[in-house]
């Protein structure tokens, strides 16, 4: 496999396995949305934004799987992890110090997709840094 091959191959590995999470953070909010509700409760917002982060976390995760706009999503990712991991600051509760941790290392790699963006392997190819772009 060529250079370009393992990194095209790379940021598909990239894109799924950060797409994923956000896919099963929508999943856990309809199977579960006491639990969001609650952490939204805590900073005074309406439990029922819930539902636009449900529809936020679907939609911005199977997008990047897909390899569709990846640079703004990944942006925009980045973006809400940062804002959400103040969610789940609770020096009390170690689980939610945490998930604090863990978004902000998220936005770290989405940033790093923001750079890179697609690679090859993606319904929508970036057609920066020399990537063709499909028709």
Known sequence: MSANGVTDAALLAARCLIGLLFVAGAVQKIVSPGDAQALLEMQGLPAVLVWPA???NAAAGLLLIAGVWVRPVAVVL???CGVTSFFHLIPSDPWQMSIFAKNWSIA?????LAVAGSGRLALRPDTSQGQARRS
Not at 108 to 112: E, M, T, W
């Open 108 to 112: 770290g790699g989405c940033l790093a």
């Open 54 to 56: 449900f529809a936020f």
């Open 78 to 80: 980045a973006v809400y």
